[in-house]
């Protein structure tokens, strides 16, 4: 009867040692599941976010690309803008250049006319006269409007850049050397540019 109980104790003991074994190694392999699991999420979680980190970065590439076309296209714009504007602006003035141009002649002519004009002693043509000036002096203020002025020669000294020396002459002393002693045609600027040199006399 002992040793039945004996028996059955060890059976039991035994059993109870097998479900423990049983119940460890479930333990363990739920751990390892979790464990698997958990590196299975880690791992999804950072290949997320290095394809979300490749995203931002591509999305980056192409603004900075597309910013630069713009500020590229931009540029050129306002290079064809101000281009476009000095050609037109350039294009008005030789218009008008051309146009002042053609009309010195008669300038000239209207100066030398005044001039003998003054001159005479008759009445008439000092009543003549007048009227020429007011004639002349409105012509002269249109051009003037328009950026016409006379260069600056007799007792200047000879720029090559403004005036053009028709014949030389011996200078009256060393100072005048070079100067401009007399204007055979006047000269002009329009706009600051000359459109015509004055022919000159020089001292040498």
């Known amino acids: 009867m002992g040793l039945l109980k004996s028996k059955k104790k060890t059976k039991m003991a035994d059993n109870k040692e097998k479900m423990e074994e049983q119940a460890n190694a ?9 464990n698997v699991a958990e590196q299975e999420t880690k791992e999804e979680t950072q290949e997320t976010s290095e394809k979300e980190e490749d995203t931002v970065e591509s ?8 910013n630069d076309k713009y500020l590229r296209i931009y540029s050129e714009f306002e290079n064809y803008r101000k281009r476009t504007n000095k050609e037109r602006l350039e294009m008005i003035e030789n218009a008008s250049e051309d146009m002042i141009k053609s009309l010195l002649p008669v300038l000239d002519d209207f100066e030398r006319a005044l001039v003998n004009m003054e001159k005479s002693e008759d009445e008439l043509v000092k009543q003549m006269t007048e009227g020429m000036t007011l004639i002349y002096k409105k012509f002269y203020g249109i051009l003037e409007r328009k950026g016409l002025k006379p260069i600056n020669a007799k007792g200047e000294m ?8 028709v014949t030389m002459f011996p200078a009256p002393n060393e100072e005048d050397k070079g100067k401009v002693i007399d204007e055979t045609e006047k000269g002009y600027y329009l706009n600051n540019k000359v459109i015509r040199f004055s022919k000159v006399v020089v001292a040498q």
């Open 59 to 66: 999305l980056g590439k192409k603004l900075l690309d597309v």
């Open 26 to 34: 479930q333990n363990t392999e739920n751990i390892e599941k979790e």
């Open 158 to 165: 000879f720029d090559e850049n403004l005036h053009e020396a």
